[in-house]
């Protein structure tokens, strides 16, 4: 099953679509965004969603509240160099980037029956309303925003070797704290509420939300706390 816009035009997914045991590819010069909704090519088959085709044009994929069953499951934001968005579903999400600036997997419970997918090409990650981890085990970065959105949303690092440099900026816009840049292995971050460090003891978070006005540091052996303007880390 192939759907696929040729110049330009976004693609909105809002019926289930079945190839059993085969391939389903849903390519968009611009946007796609999945419904609730089932994409299901089997225990065998493979499932490709691409944004940004023959466009440099930022485009989002937006994951929706879909279900994804398949082999091998692969979304792409293409290679003319745009800033292009994976949302995720609002699920509790495992996001973890690797060797390879802007890709790594996604995992969550509406991904079967691997529960993982792999991206590339995306230089900006967004969770939703539940639980996001991004974990970062290589050398490589997400050169964009990376935004928690709600729920209880973490940078983790402790696969490094370090050491990792963190910087606080400003409060998140859903909740938790916000960067503008100065942070190990993303451009920027929105709504992370827990940093878990490296393997180094030189690992530096610093605040600027503080300056002006209260800010207090916690430093309690295994639950290291900083708050201010009633937003927690």
């Given amino acids: ?83 292009d968005t994976l949302i995720a579903q609002s699920l509790p999400n495992t996001w973890v980037i690797g060797n390879t600036n802007n890709a790594g997997t996604l995992a969550n419970s509406n991904i079967t029956p691997d529960a993982s997918a792999a991206f590339t090409n995306f230089q900006n990650l967004t969770g939703n309303g539940d639980t996001d981890e991004f974990r970062f085990t290589g050398t490589r970065s ?28 400003a409060g998140g816009v859903t909740d938790g704290f916000a960067s503008s840049g100065s942070s190990s292995n993303v451009g920027t971050f929105d709504d992370i509420d827990a940093v878990v460090g490296s393997a180094s003891t030189a690992d530096n978070l610093t605040s600027t939300v503080g300056l002006g006005t209260t800010a207090t540091w916690d430093v309690v052996a295994g639950n290291d706390q900083y708050a201010t303007g009633g937003d927690t880390l």
């Fill in 1 to 83: 099953v192939t759907i696929r816009t040729i110049t330009r035009g976004d693609i909105a997914v809002n019926s289930d679509i079945t190839s059993s045991s085969g391939t389903i590819n849903i390519s968009s010069s611009d946007d796609i965004t999945l419904g609730a909704i089932t994409l299901n090519s089997g225990a065998t088959g493979n499932i490709n969603l691409d944004v940004d085709r023959n466009n440099n044009t930022g485009a989002q994929l937006d994951l929706g509240s879909g279900l994804l069953t398949g082999t091998i499951i692969a979304f792409d934001g293409g290679t003319g160099g745009a800033s």
């Fill in 142 to 169: 997400i050169s964009g925003a990376v935004d928690g959105q709600g729920g209880t949303d973490t940078l983790n690092y402790s696969a490094l070797a370090g050491p990792i440099t963190v910087t606080l900026a």
